[in-house]
């Protein structure tokens, strides 16, 4: 069996869903050149890349920056924002029927900032009364991103690293000074563009490394990996910690001395969350609105990082010093007990798991997986 764990837990508890990130920053900050790698990066690490440009990467905005290159100043300051929003409509419509995936990031070259920001300062009208013109053409497409990294660098350094194609350099200082603090309600970060070419890379892939849910890529046995992808597309498996201990459960079925973190498949019409809030009802009697939660890792088996690889979706419950925990009430579960153990008693299970059992070895293996990915998630925090 092969694990590989690529980084940190998400920060936030219930985001189940793909990624929308945004890079910003004025004209020649290094944008496109930051989009390209991490685009590359993530690749690598498994995610599933859609990348959005910005204003005229399709044939309709290509069309309109061809004609109206030298002359957009004379275009009517009302036309402005209409012109750019009928070339990025359909792009970002497509591109965010995608977001469910917790495998789909949507990278930005640009986003709604710089168009909302730069006509802003080019109409001589606040942020805040642009900011109401482009959320009504958007419409259901005006979507915050999850995370904006701002490429902060100077107009000096813009006009160094390639000059500052149509705007002037009064324009582009207004223009930085507004991007520096306008949010769409986001998180940002502001990254320091002022550096070279690797550290800002670094930089910028650190920081979408630390916000985004992890993904575990790992390799299991085709016999268990058909077996539940024969009852369900993905699950939800969860955690339940008290402290420095984990309860882990016990069915009847188990081989002997065999603990493991409970879960079940997501049904038709379920998220994570509520697949969670089900599963959690039925195995404890517990409701998860009372208790902190959050989705701990996404782990996606064998190699194919496609739309249709069976996914679970591994979370942690904290359930205070709860001294015990009641087994679901369904005979038909065989539902034994839940067990509290730490960290070093996990690890021998989890070691029995993968290489102890001489019958249901490959369930066995199958769910060593999760166990391993919570372990490391442990030692991480």
């Not at 582009?172 to 800002?200: H, P, Q, W, Y």
């Not at 730490?342 to 299970?349: S, W």
């Amino acid at each position: 069996m092969e694990s590989k764990l690529t980084f940190r837990a998400n920060s936030q508890p219930d985001k189940s869903g793909g990624a929308l990130i945004a890079v910003e920053g004025i004209d020649n900050v290094g944008k496109s050149t930051v989009v390209a790698n991490l685009a590359a990066r993530l690749q690598n690490l498994g995610y599933l890349l859609t990348v959005l440009n910005e204003f005229g990467s399709d044939l309709v905005g290509q069309t309109v920056r061809n004609l109206v290159r030298k002359a957009w100043s004379e275009i009517p300051a009302a036309a402005q924002p209409l012109l750019i929003a009928a070339d990025r409509y359909p792009r970002y419509l497509r591109a965010f029927s995608t977001l469910d995936n917790p495998r789909r990031i949507i990278l930005c070259d640009r986003y709604l900032h710089s168009a909302i920001i730069y006509q802003a300062v080019s109409n001589q009208v606040s942020p805040e009364q642009m900011l109401k013109t482009v959320r009504a053409l958007y419409g259901n497409c005006f979507r915050p991103p999850d995370l904006t990294l701002l490429l902060n660098a100077s107009v000096k350094t813009a006009e160094r690293r390639g000059g500052t194609n149509i705007h002037n350099v009064e324009f582009l200082n207004s223009c930085l000074a507004l991007l520096r603090d306008f949010s769409l309600g986001e998180k940002r970060i502001l990254i320091d563009a002022e550096a070279d070419e690797t550290k800002v890379f670094q930089a910028c892939e650190a920081a979408i490394l630390h916000e985004v849910s992890p993904i575990t890529r790992t390799l299991v046995p085709s016999s268990a990996l058909n077996y539940c992808k024969s009852k369900n597309s993905s699950e939800v498996l969860f955690a339940l910690r008290r402290g420095e201990e984990v309860f882990l459960q016990r069915k009847t079925w188990y081989p002997t001395g065999i603990y493991r973190i409970a879960g079940g498949g997501i049904e038709e019409g379920e998220t994570p969350i509520s697949t969670l809030r089900r599963e959690l009802y039925e195995e404890t009697g517990l409701t998860l609105d009372t208790l902190p939660h959050r989705l701990v890792t996404t782990l996606v088996y064998n190699h194919e990082i496609d739309e249709s690889a069976f996914v679970s979706y591994l979370f942690e419950i904290d359930v205070g010093h709860q001294r015990q925990i009641n087994p679901g009430a369904d005979p038909d579960e065989g539902f034994e007990e839940w067990k509290a153990f730490n960290q070093e008693r996990i690890r021998h299970i989890v070691l029995t798991l993968s290489t102890g059992l001489t019958k249901k070895v490959d369930w066995g293996m199958f769910r060593a997986v999760a166990m391993e990915a919570y372990l490391a998630h442990q030692a991480q925090n």
